[in-house]
Each structure stands twice: as C-alpha cells, then as structure tokens.
C-alpha cells in the first residue's frame, strides 16, 4: 500500500512539474489581446513584413484563425507572428531539443601525481592525458600531498606546470595550479573537439586477379597407320 501511495505521489509530482515548465513557457510570450503596444510589425508564412496597429494586427490573426505571438518584444516597432500559439509553442520546443541534442557532452578526466612522480609514471600519464584531449575530454590533473609531503607544495606545482606545457600541442589552460587542501589542482581543456576513435579493424586484403588458364599443348596423336575402305 505504501509503494502504491508513493508511487502515485511520484507521478502527481512529475506531471505538476512538467506542468509548470510548460506555463514558464507560455509565459515569455504575449499573444494576441496581451500585446499592449499601439503598432507592432507582422510577420508570417506567405505574408510580406509590415507595420500596423495592434487592434487590425489582432483582427488580421483572427480572419486567418490563427494567433498573434509577439517573438521580438524589444524591437522597435515589436515584431509579432501569425501562426498558431500551440504550433508555435511546438516548433519552439522542438527546436530547443535540437539544439541540445547538438551540444557536445564533455567528459573531465582525472589524473594523479604524487609531488615526487617519476618520469616514467609521468611519461606513462602524459601519454594517457593526451589521448584524453584528443578525444575530446577536460584533463582535471592534481598532486596529492599525503602527511609531511604538503612541504613540496612548490614542486608540485613546478610539476603540474611542466605537464601543462608538454600538453600545449594538445590542450590549453583553463584554470592555472590551485591550492586546496591537500590538492593541488590544474584543468586543461581540449584545443578541438574529439575525433572518432580508430577502429582495429584490418585492411581487406587486396584481392588477386585471377589468371587465364593457358590452353594445353595439344597431345601428338598415336599414327594408326592408312585408312583401309571397308574397315570399320
């Protein structure tokens, strides 16, 4: 019974939600009687872009039995649309969704140094962070200073600038060495947007022609010696 109530609250819930989201967005454009202004500018599918007063703006959208949506308030003479406030508001949001689909998702990839890393450990995450942003992604690197180890903050330091400069071909600084707690950290960012990985996938064999098959030497035929008439 309780998984029940829960459950329909969740659902109540979600739907006041996107009911709210939808009337947010309702509210950033006026329609029609709303539009307090003396003129405003039409525009619209086959309508040529003209100047007129509000009140023969409205009447217009209602002989065609569409809506008057003002899209450009700050415009001198505001600039209205003729076109259905549900289509409108349908495009709008269709639109919207494109442009986030069309946003690049970056990832931020971690990498840790201790204040006295080797080079081959360096080397070995240097290699790792440039493949990071070659791909596309954010390299977060930091030094963790463990115990006593916070008094080669400098070094640590010293060493996330070195990283930063072997990377210049690859990325650039977004934010230079900072000093938290036990962190120092560095973020690099990509200089272009990641690329699609290579495949391991081998190259086809080329195929060879196949060669004509040459005729055979005709075999000499075994003498049988002359053609007797009447012999079978």
Request: aromatic share 6%; proline share 10%; net charge positive.
């Given at each position: 019974m309780k998984?029940?109530?829960q459950l329909i609250k969740k659902t109540t819930n979600r739907r006041e939600h996107l009911l709210m989201k939808k009337d947010n967005l309702k509210q950033?454009?006026?329609i029609n009687e709303q539009i307090r202004e003396r003129e405003v500018r039409i525009v619209g599918d086959d309508i040529e872009s003209t100047v007129m007063p509000i009140q023969k703006a409205v009447q217009l959208a209602e002989s065609q039995?569409?809506?008057l949506v003002e899209i450009s308030p700050n415009a001198v003479p505001p600039v209205c649309r003729l076109i259905d406030y549900s289509k409108f508001l349908y495009q709008l949001k269709k639109r919207q969704k494109e442009m986030k689909a069309k946003q690049v998702k970056v990832d931020v990839k971690e990498i840790r140094f201790g204040p006295q890393t080797d080079d081959h450990d360096y080397n070995f995450k240097l290699k790792h962070a440039q493949e990071f942003l070659s791909d596309g992604d954010k390299v977060k690197a930091y030094v963790f200073f463990k115990g006593r180890s916070i008094l080669f903050k400098e070094q640590g330091e010293v060493l996330l600038l070195r990283f930063a400069n072997d990377l210049e071909e690859y990325g650039k600084v977004e934010q230079m060495p900072v000093?938290?707690?036990k962190r120092m950290t560095i973020f690099i960012?990509?200089?272009?947007?990641?690329?699609p990985k290579?495949?391991?996938?081998?190259?086809?064999?080329?195929v060879q022609k196949a060669e004509k098959a040459q005729p055979k030497a005709n075999a000499p035929k075994e003498?049988?010696?002359p053609r007797v008439e009447g012999e079978d």
């Open positions: 998984k029940c109530t950033q454009y006026r039995g569409v809506d000093l938290e707690g960012a990509p200089k272009k947007q990641g690329q290579k495949t391991n996938e081998r190259p086809a064999a080329p003498y049988l010696g």
